[in-house]
């Protein structure tokens, strides 16, 4: 099974930790990963701001580099999402759809395609899971809090498999951080407090790190973090998933 | 981009100044939102009940010509007199007009958001004409000379204290009285005193059925029963999406409506109004004012569905942040967000950028109106259209020139780790404004291209 590695930008440029966790975990769990090089962006930063016709260049780049793999994985809900949603290119529309029925985030990957049902990670820790709103709500990676119907989480679920880790429980289990691509700068008063609150919540109910499945919120809410000299750390799933197996 | 008012982002900011208040608002709303779960999950068949509602206002949209023609024939045969407005400044003269024919100078109203979408209360004021409102909490704003922030909770950013003060000046309570049950008495007492001197009384409709003529009014306090019993001339107002089909579609209607609004199972009151009594004028007004226009937009028609619950603002995580008035319009929240640019895209091109598009709204919305598509949908047009600001677009642009070319992307991300740098530029207003309250991720050695060029064989 060919599996292209989706590296969204801002991991690129600047958490390339959770690009290797993502990497090196996919090719303990036996997948043939590619990383087709020159890749940018999904184009999502534009298309939220209400330029997505302008980004016909990024979604020809997307294609021309990911077309022809079983599968592509991403470690960020939002890019993913962005992908599944809004890949159309012209003239390359078979692939393009191709790519967006294949195209999954790592922690869906890993539950729906992998069924992984063990890992050999160990992080003893008290920790909080962000519920990325784009993961959650857009592609379904756990029950909404909204919807009356039954409880599941694909994070949590792999979380648990982890020894030693112990998940917290919070007044609000998914409510977004504020973070919001460009919103972020735009809004910034109800950004920061928005995310304020979120933290509020994790350090309140005693954890010790905030984990997700997107790491632009949590880029966001290590910003703030970093700025009140907390102690609790951010880490993407893929890098707790992947410690010490 | 010149605004009448300031754009959401700079009221959301002035509210953000004091923050205690601001955990207050959101605690206050958050609360709503839990009792609106504890009440859904009361209905196990709570998502078939959301789906069903859905489907009838899409049938009612899909019919809505043929419907309004069979509620006017019925309302008619019920002695109604029926009144068509296209715009708010039809309907207000329509108002107007039948007040003048009573030559009333003070009248009450019970709540109607359609009447403060035409701002109905300023019109008749500059006519001489003084409006009462008789839901508490929009006679409080009322007095306040405030606008309502809530479609439901109207005075819902306000302290108890602060009515206990607003009472004591107009209404004469005790000062420092701010006991809820003492200021509810104090206000039936004043209400009671309008009520009976009112010839005529205005109220909303939340629904309007076809097969029958009638008109459904939804309160807790009674007031609209209150204000057109007593009344000479009942006049209702109401947009034209309020149709339902068939009084058995009421059924799916009252269960969701105050269950997703306040988490009680039913309002109060659900008062029908049908027919005038004898000696009695019951008079209703159909307004248009844009809905036929958003009717043609096939991406934004579904939020014409809306029955005005409020649980999308109750749930929304920048509203409960943010306040109603930093909306600037009629109605504010996720909901206002679609439909205000509708009604004038210039003046509310900054409502669908107030949001982080996180999707609660419509997971909560009892008639499953894809919100936060339209919040994405609605910056598109506005985009298009030319009523972005144009330092963010010069920024969309530069950043689109670097994430469209590989090689450029590389050297703008090695020497600068571009992002950061990218997103606040656009805001271009001397400030960096992630950094104002965050630290910036700290840059690394090298990137995960550089990393995997080393690492990996090729
Ligand atoms: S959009 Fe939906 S949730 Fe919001 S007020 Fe209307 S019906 Fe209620």
């Known amino acids: ?245 | 981009m010149e605004h009448q008012h300031k754009e959401h982002s700079l009221l959301a900011e002035e509210f953000n100044a004091n923050e205690p208040r601001v955990n207050w608002h959101d605690e206050t709303l958050w609360w709503v939102r839990q009792k609106r779960d504890k009440m859904a999950w009361t209905i196990p068949e709570w998502e078939d009940l959301r789906e069903a509602a859905s489907r009838i206002k899409h049938n009612v949209l899909g019919n809505l010509h043929d419907y309004l023609l069979e509620f006017e024939k019925n309302a008619q045969a019920n002695g109604a007199v029926v009144h068509w407005a296209a715009d708010a400044a039809e309907h207000n003269k329509i108002v107007l007009q039948l007040l003048q024919e009573q030559g009333v100078k003070r009248m009450v109203k019970s709540k109607s958001m359609l009447t403060e979408e035409c701002h109905l209360n300023p019109y008749l004021a500059e006519h001489g004409i003084e409006v009462i409102d008789t839901d508490l909490g929009e006679r409080i704003v009322q007095l306040a000379k405030e606008p309502p922030s809530h479609i439901v909770l109207p005075c819902i950013h306000k302290k108890k204290e602060e009515i206990g003060e607003l009472f004591h000046e107009h209404l004469g309570t005790p000062a420092g009285n701010a006991d809820p049950k003492f200021l509810t008495a104090a206000a039936r007492q004043h209400l009671r005193a309008e009520f009976i001197q009112s010839r005529v009384a205005i109220t909303g409709v939340n629904f309007a059925v076809a097969e029958t003529g009638e008109m459904v009014v939804c309160t807790n306090e009674g007031n609209a029963d209150m204000g057109a019993h007593l009344a000479d001339v009942h006049i209702a107002c109401m947009g034209i999406e309020k149709i339902i089909p068939q009084r058995k579609h009421l059924g799916v209607f009252l269960r969701l409506l105050a269950r997703s609004a306040t988490g009680q199972p039913i309002t109060t009151y659900s008062s029908h109004f049908r027919a005038p009594k004898k000696g009695q004028q019951l008079h209703i007004v159909l307004v248009d004012n844009g809905r036929s226009r958003q009717l043609g937009r096939e991406d934004f028609r579904n939020s014409l569905k809306c029955i005005r619950c409020g649980a999308c603002m109750n749930t929304c995580p920048v509203y409960r942040r943010s306040g109603g008035h930093s909306y600037h319009n009629a109605i504010a929240g996720p909901i206002g967000a679609i439909l205000a640019p509708n009604l004038d895209m210039k003046e509310y091109a900054d409502l669908p950028f107030a949001s982080t598009l996180c999707g609660s709204c419509s997971n909560v919305c009892p008639v499953k109106i894809d919100i936060h598509q339209q919040l994405y949908k609605w910056r598109q047009v506005i985009t298009r259209e030319g009523y972005t600001k144009k330092t963010k677009a010069a920024g969309m642009h530069a950043m689109n020139i670097v994430l469209s070319k590989p090689g450029l992307y590389k050297t703008a991300g090695g020497i600068g780790r571009w992002v950061m740098r990218t997103f606040p530029a656009v805001v271009n207003n001397g400030l960096n404004p992630w950094f104002r309250q965050r630290e910036m991720p700290e840059p690394p050695k090298e990137s995960f291209a550089d990393w995997y060029k080393k690492n990996r064989k090729q």
């Open chain 1, 1 to 245: 099974m060919k599996v292209g590695l989706f590296i969204p930008c801002y991991i690129d440029q600047f958490y390339p930790q959770v690009g290797i966790a993502t990497l090196s975990l996919l090719e303990k769990l036996g997948c043939d990963v590619v990383y087709p090089q020159g890749q940018t962006c999904c184009g999502q930063p534009m298309a939220n701001s209400g330029f997505e016709h302008l980004t016909h260049g990024c979604n020809e780049l997307f294609v021309d580099h990911f077309e022809g793999l079983d599968y592509i994985v991403g470690p960020s809900g939002s890019c993913v999402l962005h992908i599944k949603d809004h890949l159309h290119v012209e003239g390359k529309e078979q692939a393009a759809t191709h790519i967006r029925q294949r195209i999954y985030e790592l922690a869906e990957f890993l539950t729906d395609v992998l069924k992984v049902d063990h890992l050999k990670a160990k992080f003893p820790h008290k920790v909080g899971i962000h519920q990325s709103c784009h993961g959650q709500r857009g592609l379904g990676l756990a029950q909404m809090s909204e919807l009356v119907a039954a409880p599941f989480s694909k994070p949590q679920r792999l979380l648990q498999m982890v020894e030693g880790l112990e998940l917290v429980e919070l007044k609000r289990t998914d409510e977004c951080c504020g973070f919001g691509g460009t919103f972020c700068v735009f809004e910034e008063a109800v950004s920061v407090k928005m995310g304020k609150d979120r933290i509020a919540d994790h350090v309140n109910n005693g954890a010790e790190y905030i984990t997700g499945n997107d790491v632009s919120c949590l880029m966001h809410l290590e910003g703030i973090l970093r700025r009140q000299k907390s102690d609790v750390k951010v880490l993407h799933i893929a890098e707790i998933l992947n410690s010490s197996i």
